[in-house]
């Protein structure tokens, strides 16, 4: 199993482009995650899916969009970027409500 | 609603001294607990959980006890190691609130050799 994975690692954007950040996972995990990660902020959660067809948002979801098409994949939209989204970002999944996640390794985005 | 405090950092300790962690939550009902570890330039995995009040997770040398009386899952370990420099999450899921993750802030350590 690959576990979670995301595309591309890096990424420097312009203010103002649009960017979709990609998570696949090959764990049937019904639940999927999107965090942000800035420095002295801990994680937090952008949208949130509890599978296909099904997505909610999350602490900061302005700014992003998401959609859940299929159980493997959750990608992440932004819509026009700004350079407050510098961040890092993790996708994560998990098999139920109760259970722990698996994080992918991470997209970190510049926004100049 | 569910909350998590975690001691702030950084923690400097020397190889092989005693960790300690603290982390207390706030949470409706009987959530699940857990700790996650980051490494530098790594996504968070898990360390060790507990489900239900008095459990200990445990792995890799570190500890772990769902203290419900007094809200709290501080995580320990005996001896530490360079390796274990890293960044450490308390984290809760409950089962209200769309069993949503909460994280603390996280807390940095640093061992020194």
């Known amino acids: 199993n690959a576990g979670v994975t995301q595309t591309p690692k890096f990424q420097v954007l312009k203010t103002g482009q649009s960017m979709t950040l990609q998570c696949a996972q090959d764990?049937?995990?019904?639940?999927m995650s999107w965090y942000r990660q800035d420095p002295g902020m801990g994680l937090r959660l952008i949208h949130y899916?509890?599978?296909?067809?099904?997505?909610d948002q999350g602490e900061v979801p302005n700014g992003y969009n998401v959609s859940r098409s299929t159980t493997e994949d959750f990608p992440l939209r932004l819509l026009s970027a700004a350079p407050s989204q510098t961040s890092v970002y993790f996708c994560?999944?998990?098999?139920?409500?109760?259970?722990?996640?698996?994080f992918g390794p991470g997209t970190r985005l510049t926004v100049l | 609603g569910n909350s998590v405090t975690q001691m702030e950092g950084p923690v400097t300790l020397s190889e092989e001294a005693f960790l300690t962690i603290n982390c207390t939550y706030t949470?409706?009902?009987?959530?699940?607990l857990f700790w996650y570890v980051q490494y530098p330039g790594e996504g968070l995995q898990l360390l060790l959980k507990a489900t239900k009040a008095d459990d200990k997770g445990s792995n890799k040398g570190f500890e772990a006890t769902y203290r419900k009386e007094t809200t709290s899952f501080h995580l320990e370990k005996g001896s530490v190691q360079v390796s274990d420099s890293a960044v450490y999450f308390c984290?809760?899921?409950?089962?209200?609130?769309?069993?949503?993750?909460?994280f603390g802030a996280g807390t940095r350590l640093f061992v020194k050799a």
């Open positions: 949470a409706t009902g009987y959530p699940s």
């Open positions: 899916s509890v599978g296909a067809g099904i997505t």
């Open positions: 984290a809760l899921k409950g089962n209200t609130g769309g069993f949503k993750t909460i």
């Open positions: 994560a999944s998990s098999s139920d409500g109760l259970n722990e996640q698996f």
């Open positions: 764990m049937n995990h019904e639940y």
